[in-house]
């Protein structure tokens, strides 16, 4: 009995440490290879069924496998010299067989811009897969000088690119760049029609169309043989920085601090490695061979992740040397700093370039062909995922019962089958993937792979339960759908710098691939000690210049501060220096203190009504050409500016908010995207049925909301916030009510989602198919999540349907503010570099300068500079058109009781249930209260509440008026 007892005692104590050991190490994840077929079959079965699935060029070229074609080249001429946006010029061409061949067309834009040309390729009246609508025609840049400017700290600055216009030859790719050689298109036997569309609005230079059968490049055995010659002694060094020109603004030149970079210094910014962000663009170097012969290649590099390579493409005069060449992996160094990547095979054998004595061009292009078949793969399970979870949201409905006992696949029988494609397809690109890795499956950079199989080895356990664990499939926190979006992120940002290249014997050592330690703890000691002794680290004026202070960062105040030593000071003889300011909210105190500078850039919208009411800055509207100027803006932008019908800012850039929209899930859903706000209550019960939701700003953040989140219903309405003087709220007046009153109803009787963590990945991952966005969201949307590329639009925000038939839309927003300070002795210069500042071109230049060297995206407040930006044609015109809805609201000495009551408001509205109108007249009370204490403070009124001085609140139709008066801005605003 004792010892059945003592035995029992071991079980159960084994029992238990196995559920603990259990409980803290995870499964196993099952990681094992996955077959051919098995592969196949998952492939064939998810895009089989899929509603309306997308035929990709991968999938375009597995189906013309085996179609081979003779040599054969020929060029028909255009007819037409120039295609505007909307034209289509046709080419018709004969072939002697049916098969694959790839376009070459003469052409270029007509004028400099900031993006890109797109068009469309279409044969015989057939676009043969989804990236022949969007073919990329890149434009092409010089840097205007390789002697780099320096600042007035001794800095080097990245100098101005030109734009080299005219037509050449360009092979024609898609967008995405996803092919080392041009993308191929079947053509048949006989004459074919080949339509190419511009679906840009800039104009397209055009000329004639070459067609070339699809020929394999040559291996490198083959191209060795083909050439005589003997390899040249020796070693040649070229600054990566030097090259020739470059066919996309994302290849950069950066500067580094590290010394292992050169030329380098410690304290001194140097500019010293070229960045290659950005897949299929280009640099080219021209370079003097002094003898003829073989050269291998090695490039000073370094890649961004630390156990995954980055892939480059060689060309030499424009093409392509040999198969090799195609795509050439940069792997990672083991200490993931530089490397000195040899070209050459895998058994570290270099390959030989074979150059004769003269001038040639030597190019580099980052690559994603390796990864294309998994890109594609990636890219059908998003797709699939979207897809099946919103069709099991349809079974199992918005609130799933937890205490049911589920049977899925009585109703969605191919749920076992969907599962089990995706386990397979998600191992096959794990272990697809982890071929390119020493780590293999264990790379960091797929371990979102390995999250996803984890995930989906227990949803296949139990495929009836599955809606109960929905939220791991698709859900926006932890899911499979969000490892695939994150895959896809990473495997298309595996960029690479380079900081120099050696053309040499093969043998010759190399430079060193990294410095010392020595070297970089005496390097790093450097910048420490300059950090506390170097000028350019402090905020200090200068009495021979205008002193400006500017809320941003190094690189957006650098690339400003040599647009005015460049342009601005030559011209009128003021000298500027621009100083980053450690915090904005300071710039009261150092007014107070007599430290304030003569101007101050960049900041937040509500600084400038503080320092008006504080005396601290200068009314604008002194000077007589003020109104002139004004009509650049929008004119809401304006409002926050305004104290007692004088003006102390300007809007130097601005944000927008507009509808964006899922267009495939809205057509799944038999949806049309909202114009006003009753449409967006009609659609919420179709939306909530899939567990889905619109988004309002309001929804973001924490408890506290702003104006900007709250208020924009009070303008719809034609509703107001204050009393003409100043001295009381109108939010308890009948517009404004309706205002608040429909913002509570679209949460607590439609339902919208009260708090949303994260819009971009609500929205990239289905459960937020459509909402109101800004421009940080509009940015990561369309760089952040490439595989919705051609699924989402832009369109009006919605609005209050008028008594005319219009529709109000105004909405709440501005962007950052420049002021000229009272205590200034330099008002004149400062109102010369203001108008200066925000004209047009020199905002338009600002913007290209900031792209084209950074890649980072401005966008200007002068609205003729805004037409201008970085933008794709279509979302342009729809931002062009929003922003005339743009308003914000005024400002009062007690206006920051008006926006926290607002707050209050809505929060009781829709967390305690309290009725508008009763939360409104609680609210209202303080609001008033804190409006009278503030207009005592300021001296506007007495002890009693009655005014002593006049206290005017301007809003929107004042501003009109004065702008009209002085012939501005007839169309700024509807």
Request: aromatic residues 10%; charged residues 20%.
């Amino acid at each position: 009995m004792k010892k059945t007892k003592i035995i029992v005692a071991i079980a159960l104590a084994l029992a238990l440490t196995g559920g603990i050991l259990a409980f803290l190490i995870p499964n196993a994840v099952a990681t094992d290879a996955v077959t051919e077929s098995e592969m196949t079959w998952a492939k064939e079965f998810l895009r089989g069924t899929l509603t309306d699935p997308t035929v990709l060029y991968n999938d375009f070229l597995e189906g013309n496998k085996g179609t081979a074609t003779p040599s054969f080249s020929e060029t028909v001429p255009s007819a037409a010299a120039e295609l505007t946006g909307g034209e289509t010029a046709e080419y018709r061409v004969t072939v002697p067989q049916t098969g694959l061949y790839s376009l070459t067309l003469d052409c270029g834009a007509k004028e400099r811009s900031f993006v890109n040309i797109t068009l469309a390729v279409a044969v015989n009246g057939e676009t043969q897969y989804s990236e022949a609508n969007n073919i990329d025609v890149p434009l092409f840049w010089k840097d205007s000088t390789k002697d780099f400017p320096l600042d007035s700290f001794g800095d080097e600055s990245v100098p101005s690119v030109d734009f080299v216009g005219g037509s050449r030859e360009i092979p024609l790719y898609n967008n995405t760049y996803l092919t080392t050689s041009p993308i191929l298109f079947r053509l048949e036997g006989g004459e074919n029609v080949i339509s190419i569309t511009n679906k840009s609005v800039r104009a397209l230079l055009t000329g004639g169309l070459t067609v070339t059968s699809d020929t394999p490049l040559t291996p490198y055995a083959e191209y060795r043989q083909a050439n005589g010659g003997e390899v040249v002694p020796g070693i040649m060094t070229v600054d990566a920085t030097s090259y020739a020109e470059k066919n996309s603004t994302f290849i950069q030149l950066v500067s580094s601090n590290d010394i292992g970079a050169s030329p380098s210094d410690p304290v001194k910014r140097m500019v010293n490695v070229v960045g290659f962000g950005e897949v299929g663009s280009e640099a080219a170097y021209e370079l003097n061979i002094e003898k003829t012969g073989y050269y291998a290649l090695a490039l000073h590099a370094g890649t961004q992740s630390d156990d995954f390579p980055s892939f480059c493409t060689i060309k030499v005069d424009g093409a392509i040397p040999f198969a090799e060449a195609a795509a050439f992996p940069i792997r990672p160094g083991s200490s993931n700093g530089w490397i000195n990547a040899v070209f050459g095979s895998e058994d570290g054998e270099p390959y030989y370039l074979y150059l004769e004595q003269g001038t040639h061009t030597l190019s580099f292009r980052p690559e994603a062909e390796p990864m294309a078949v998994f890109l594609r793969d990636l890219r059908l399970l998003v797709e699939h995922i979207n897809q099946f979870s919103l069709n099991v949201k349809k079974v199992a409905g918005k609130e799933v019962d937890k205490n049911r006992t589920w049977r899925l696949t009585r109703y969605m029988p191919e749920t076992e089958d969907t599962l089990k494609a995706y386990n397979i397809l998600l191992r096959g690109l794990l272990n697809g993937l982890g071929e390119f890795s020493e780590k293999g499956i264990n790379a960091s950079t797929l371990s979102g792979l390995m999250e996803a199989i984890g995930l989906m080895e227990k949803l296949s356990e139990e495929p009836d339960d599955l809606p109960l664990y929905l939220e791991n499939l698709s859900g926006e926190q932890v899911s499979a759908l969000k490892s695939c979006g994150t895959m896809l992120d990473s495997i298309l940002s595996l960029s690479f710098s380079i900081d120099d290249f050696y053309l040499y014997d093969g043998v010759t050592e190399l430079p060193r691939e990294n410095p010392s330690f020595l070297s970089s703890v005496s390097s790093m000691g450097s910048q420490l000690w300059a950090s506390f002794t170097s000028p350019k680290y402090a905020v200090q004026n200068d009495d021979e210049a205008l002193n400006i202070w500017i809320n941003s960062s190094v690189m957006l105040a650098d690339t400003l501060q040599k647009l005015a030593d460049t342009r601005f000071t030559p011209e009128t003889g003021i000298k500027v220096k621009l100083s980053i300011m450690p915090d904005q909210n300071k710039l009261v105190l150092a007014s107070a203190a007599g430290t304030q500078p003569d101007m101050a850039l960049a900041i937040e919208r509500h600084i400038p009504f503080d320092l008006a009411l504080r005396d601290a800055i200068y009314d604008l509207t002194n000077f007589p050409d003020f109104w002139d100027v004004a009509g650049r803006f929008a004119p809401g932008a304006l409002i926050p500016y305004i104290y007692n019908d004088g003006v102390y800012g300007l809007s130097e850039s601005l944000d927008f908010q507009a509808l964006v929209y899922r267009e495939d899930i809205l057509d799944s859903l038999g949806l049309e995207p909202p114009d006003t706000w009753y449409d967006v209550a009609d659609m919420m019960s179709e939306l909530q049925r899939f567990d889905m939701s619109f988004y309002m700003p309001i929804a973001s953040g924490v408890g506290y909301k702003w104006f900007n989140q709250t208020s924009p219903l009070i303008y719809q309405f034609g509703g107001d916030f204050y009393e003409e003087d100043g001295t009381g709220t109108t939010i308890n007046q009948p517009n404004a009510v309706k205002g608040i009153t429909l913002l509570g109803d679209l949460f607590t009787t439609y339902a919208l989602n009260e708090q949303v963590m994260s819009f971009f990945n609500a929205f990239r991952y289905g459960q937020t198919p459509v909402g109101i966005t800004g421009n940080a969201d509009y940015l990561l949307i369309k760089y952040g999540a490439p595989e919705l590329t051609g699924q989402w639009k832009l369109a009006a925000p919605p609005g209050i349907p008028q008594e005319d038939g219009t529709v109000s839309r105004w909405f709440i927003s501005n962007g950052r503010a420049s002021t000229i300070f009272t205590n200034s002795d330099k008002k004149e210069e400062g109102w010369e570099f203001l108008k200066w500042w925000t004209s047009e071109d020199v905002q338009s230049e600002y913007a290209f300068t900031l792209l084209s060297q950074y890649g980072y995206i401005f966008l200007p407040g002068n609205l003729k500079a805004l037409e201008n930006s970085y933008l794709p044609d279509e979302d342009r015109a729809v931002i062009l058109e929003a922003v005339k809805w743009l308003r914000d609201v005024p400002r009062s000495p007690g206006q920051y009781m008006l926006e926290r009551m607002l707050s209050d408001i809505w929060n009781e509205i829709v967390f305690e249930g309290i009725p508008p109108q009763v939360s409104i007249d609680m609210n209202v009370i303080t609001i008033q209260r804190e409006f009278r204490r503030k207009m005592l403070e300021f001296g506007y009124a007495d002890e009693d509440g009655n005014l002593i001085q006049p206290y005017a609140v301007r809003e929107l139709d004042w501003v009109l008026e004065q702008l009209a008066a002085h012939g501005s801005g007839k169309e700024a605003s509807p």
